[in-house]
């Protein structure tokens, strides 16, 4: 386990890059295969879907960092409302421990808050000193996913081009009693992979524009960036929800606690109704 996690340390790029080939594969190969069934050549046909490959990320990139929305100023909102947000539950806290100060009468106690409160101010007071320091990493990691995504295309537009011939050249050395197996096997796996991936992009998108609408309605300030933060963390299995909701919920208690306390249960709600009624619709088909 060490080596192959040390290993993938070292390989995270070209790992990055097989799977975003596979991503794109997965997601473009349908479009490809039904032009090619009515009668379009599958060069123009892979070319044709990314043109709309990138026809709609640019419309999606358009809206999101049109003025109408201006999400690239809304996230540095965000970042730079952090250090007031710690602020502020540092003074609650000094707050609530001089309202219950009889309570917090044992001075071991007293020390945990007032150290507590402490490093939390500290932080809050170094964290726009820290974020120009980590603006450099965090702009080498969009310049390694940029590339890695980059490469990606370019491999994954070829395999497009040659899938049906490399399946071919693939059965060639399976002995021939167990081509059907794996004809069905393939279809199967392709199928239920490439609609998962589909199924489940589409149902991110709808959360995070439901929540992104239901925070603007509370009052939360940056609510497009809030609902895209929720969307995307809907990606993550299990925890990937209940992150959302906890986004919102924490930025929204900083407006009244009835606030996040309807954004938390909002997003819940909103994420009940998509995976109870929409997402089976969504994944029937494939999975």
């Given at each position: 386990?060490?080596?192959?996690?040390?290993?993938?340390?070292?390989?995270s790029l070209p790992v990055a890059m097989l799977i975003w080939t596979?991503?794109?594969?997965?997601?473009?190969?349908?479009?490809?295969?039904?032009?090619?069934?009515?009668?379009?050549?599958?060069?123009?046909?892979?070319?044709?879907?990314?043109?709309?490959?990138?026809?709609?990320?640019?419309?999606?990139?358009?809206?999101?960092?049109?003025?109408?929305?201006?999400?690239?100023?809304?996230?540095?909102?965000?970042?730079?409302?952090?250090?007031?947000?710690?602020?502020?539950?540092?003074?609650?806290?000094?707050?609530?421990?001089?309202?219950?100060?009889?309570?917090?009468?044992?001075?071991?106690?007293?020390?945990?808050?007032?150290?507590?409160?402490?490093?939390?101010?500290?932080?809050?007071?170094?964290?726009a000193g820290d974020a120009a320091n980590t603006a450099i990493g965090?702009?080498?990691?969009?310049?390694?996913?940029?590339?890695?995504?980059?490469?990606?295309?370019?491999?994954?537009?070829?395999?497009?081009?040659?899938?049906?011939?490399?399946?071919?050249?693939?059965?060639?050395?399976?002995?021939?009693?167990?081509?059907?197996?794996?004809?069905?096997?393939?279809?199967?796996?392709?199928?239920?992979?490439?609609?998962?991936?589909?199924?489940?992009?589409?149902?991110?998108?709808?959360?995070?524009?439901?929540?992104?609408?239901?925070?603007?309605?509370?009052?939360?300030?940056?609510?497009?960036?809030?609902?895209?933060?929720?969307g995307v963390l809907n990606i993550i299995p299990i925890i990937g929800?209940?992150?959302?909701?906890?986004?919102?919920?924490?930025?929204?208690?900083?407006?009244?606690?009835?606030?996040?306390?309807?954004?938390?249960?909002?997003?819940?709600?909103?994420?009940?109704?998509?995976?109870?009624?929409?997402?089976?619709?969504?994944?029937?088909?494939?999975?």
């Open positions: 386990c060490g080596v192959a996690v040390y290993l993938l340390k070292v390989l596979l991503v794109i594969v997965f997601i473009l190969r349908g479009m490809v295969n039904g032009l090619e069934k009515r009668g379009v050549n599958r060069a123009i046909g892979t070319t044709l879907s990314y043109v709309a490959l990138f026809v709609v990320l640019g419309l999606i990139g358009f809206l999101m960092f049109s003025p109408m929305f201006g999400l690239n100023q809304q996230f540095a909102d965000l970042i730079t409302a952090i250090p007031g947000y710690v602020s502020a539950l540092s003074d609650w806290g000094h707050e609530m421990a001089d309202k219950y100060s009889a309570l917090l009468d044992n001075e071991t106690v007293r020390q945990v808050v007032n150290s507590t409160a402490g490093s939390l101010s500290n932080w809050a007071s170094s964290f965090v702009g080498s990691g969009i310049a390694n996913a940029f590339y890695a995504v980059g490469f990606a295309l370019v491999i994954a537009f070829w395999v497009l081009l040659e899938l049906p011939a490399m399946g071919r050249e693939a059965m060639r050395v399976i002995s021939p009693k167990h081509h059907e197996e794996v004809q069905f096997f393939h279809v199967t796996f392709t199928r239920i992979l490439g609609g998962y991936l589909k199924g489940t992009l589409l149902q991110c998108f709808i959360i995070g524009v439901a929540c992104g609408i239901l925070f603007a309605i509370v009052g939360l300030a940056n609510a497009p960036a809030l609902g895209v933060i929720t929800p209940w992150l959302g909701g906890v986004v919102a919920a924490i930025t929204a208690v900083f407006v009244s606690p009835l606030t996040a306390l309807i954004a938390l249960a909002g997003t819940i709600v909103i994420q009940q109704i998509v995976y109870t009624f929409i997402s089976p619709k969504i994944m029937s088909s494939s999975v």
